[in-house]
């Protein structure tokens, strides 16, 4: 079984951090189940919670 991880990203802002943050965790975790809402600023994907979080803070932001 595949873990889900959801992290709150609140310094996502717009739908170019959107396709950042979609791309960082594309980058770091290959045929990773991705969804990402820009209202509630939650990200959502499967695998590695702790490379999936490095990525993102890898990418600029700061995922709670």
Do not use: W
Not at 56 to 61: C, F, H, L, S, V
């Amino acid at each position: 079984m595949t873990e889900t991880t959801t992290l709150t990203v609140n310094d996502m802002t717009c739908n170019h951090c959107v396709g950042t943050v979609t791309r960082a965790l594309q980058a770091a975790l290959p045929g990773a189940e991705i969804a990402v809402d820009l209202a509630t600023h939650s990200v959502r994907f499967t695998g590695d919670a702790a490379k999936g979080k490095e990525a993102i803070e890898e990418a600029g932001y700061t995922p709670e």
